[in-house]
C-alpha cells in the first residue's frame, strides 16, 4: 500500500497548495505512486477531484506549479495531479502512465513499443517537457523557478 494515494495524500496536497498560495510560492511536487488506494473505496477516489483543486487554487493566484515525475508514476495519481504542471520532469526511465502495459495492451489488442510509458518516451511524444537526470534536477528546477518566479512579479 505504500505509495498509493488515499486521503491523507489528498489532505497534503491541498493544504501545500493553500500553503504556496498565502505565501505567493511555487509548488513542486514529486509523485511516485502505485494509483489510488482502493482500500479507503470512495474515499481514496475522492483525492482526484480534490487534487485538482488544488492545482486550480495555485493557477487561480498565478503561482508556478512544477511536477517532478519520478518511478513509478501511474494509476490515479497520473489521472490527476500529476499531469497538470506548468512545467513537467521527469527522472530518466520513469515508467509513468495511467493503466499498465498489459492492461492496455489486451485493451487495444496491440503489441506497445518497448519504450512505452517510459519518461523519455513521453518527452518525444510532447507530454513531458524534459527528462533530468537526478544530480541535474536541482539547478533546473532553480533556473526555472527564477524565470517563472520574476514572471509572477512582474
Do not use: C, W
Not at 477516489?45 to 483543486?53: A, D, E, G, K, Y
Amino acid at each position: 500500500m505504500g505509495g498509493s494515494m488515499g486521503r491523507t495524500v489528498g489532505d497534503g496536497l491541498l493544504k501545500a497548495a493553500e500553503t504556496a498560495v498565502a505565501e505567493k510560492a511555487a509548488l513542486i511536487v514529486v509523485p511516485s505512486s502505485g494509483g489510488a488506494r482502493m482500500q479507503e473505496g470512495i474515499l481514496s477516489l475522492m483525492q482526484l477531484p480534490r487534487s485538482i483543486i488544488a492545482v486550480e487554487q495555485l493557477k487561480a493566484a498565478g503561482l508556478p506549479y512544477i511536477v517532478l515525475l519520478t518511478h513509478p508514476t501511474t494509476g490515479g495519481v497520473t489521472a490527476s495531479f500529476a499531469m497538470l504542471g506548468d512545467i513537467q520532469m521527469a527522472e530518466p526511465g520513469a515508467i509513468i502512465g495511467f493503466a499498465g502495459r498489459r492492461v492496455i495492451e489486451e485493451t487495444v489488442r496491440e503489441k506497445l513499443p518497448d519504450d512505452f510509458q517510459t519518461a523519455e518516451y513521453l518527452e518525444d511524444h510532447g507530454m513531458i517537457d524534459m527528462v533530468i537526470p537526478r544530480n541535474q534536477q536541482h539547478e533546473k528546477l532553480g533556473s526555472i523557478l527564477l524565470m517563472l518566479m520574476h514572471k509572477a512579479e512582474t
